[in-house]
């Protein structure tokens, strides 16, 4: 069965960093594609940040420059580093798989 | 960045209705466009790819249409499982992007 399983989400000051996993099973992470997307309290979907199966990444360009995207093969599992975060980063983080599987969302809050 | 309009942004409507939902596109995207619904505090849910094929598990009363600029998802028989909010999305570029959403409320 495909699951994704979200963590590391949590309250963060501004300009400070974290990172979310999103643990796969039940498939191989590096031969998918694999994107996060996040939702704002009571907003829509924002695409966040992609990586293909080859390895190529893309970001929005909200986060060009301060996200990046990983993914480490062994733990089968996807990666977010959010650096330099602002209050306007606050939301529910999902990762998907090839936008069929989602995970259920981890809360990433920036505020002093 | 191409950037994705839907209209309405609510919709009223009852139990048996017909629902269409439109998204308009900046730029051709030609058919890659999908249509995802959300329910509050649940992850969005595909239902459209390549702007008319069904996904596995959707039932057949959702169907998509159009290509390059416009397009349009269609509920044929509004059920009480279908109110939700429902989003397009192009993935024609490597910069995806969302349109703002349509709520389905009941009327």
């Known amino acids: 069965e495909v699951q994704l399983v979200e963590s590391g989400g949590g309250l963060i000051q501004p300009g400070g960093s974290l990172r979310l996993s999103c643990a796969a099973s039940?498939?191989?992470?590096?031969?998918?594609?694999m994107s996060w997307v996040r939702q704002a309290p009571g907003k829509g979907l924002e695409w966040v940040s992609v990586?293909?199966?080859?390895?190529?990444?893309y970001y929005a360009d909200s986060v060009k420059g301060r996200f990046t995207i990983s993914r480490d093969n062994y733990k089968n599992t996807l990666y977010l580093q959010m650096n330099s975060l602002r209050a306007e980063d606050t939301a529910v983080y999902y990762c998907a798989r090839e936008s069929v599987w989602w995970g259920q969302g981890t809360l990433v809050t920036v505020s002093s | 960045d191409i950037q994705m309009t839907q209209s309405p942004s609510t919709l009223s409507a009852s139990v048996g209705d017909r629902v269409t939902i439109t998204c308009r596109a900046s730029?051709?995207?030609?058919?890659?466009l999908a249509w995802y619904q959300q329910k509050p505090g649940k992850a969005p849910k595909l239902l459209i790819y390549k702007a008319s094929s069904l996904q596995s598990g959707v039932p057949s009363r959702f169907s998509g249409s159009g290509s390059e600029t416009e397009f349009t998802l269609t509920i044929s028989s509004l059920q009480p499982d279908d109110f939700a909010t429902y989003y397009c999305q192009q993935y024609n570029t490597y910069s995806q992007t969302f349109g703002q959403g349509t709520k389905v409320e009941i009327k």
């Open positions: 730029q051709s995207i030609s058919s890659w």
């Open positions: 039940g498939f191989t992470v590096s031969s998918n594609y």
């Open positions: 990586i293909y199966s080859g390895g190529s990444t």
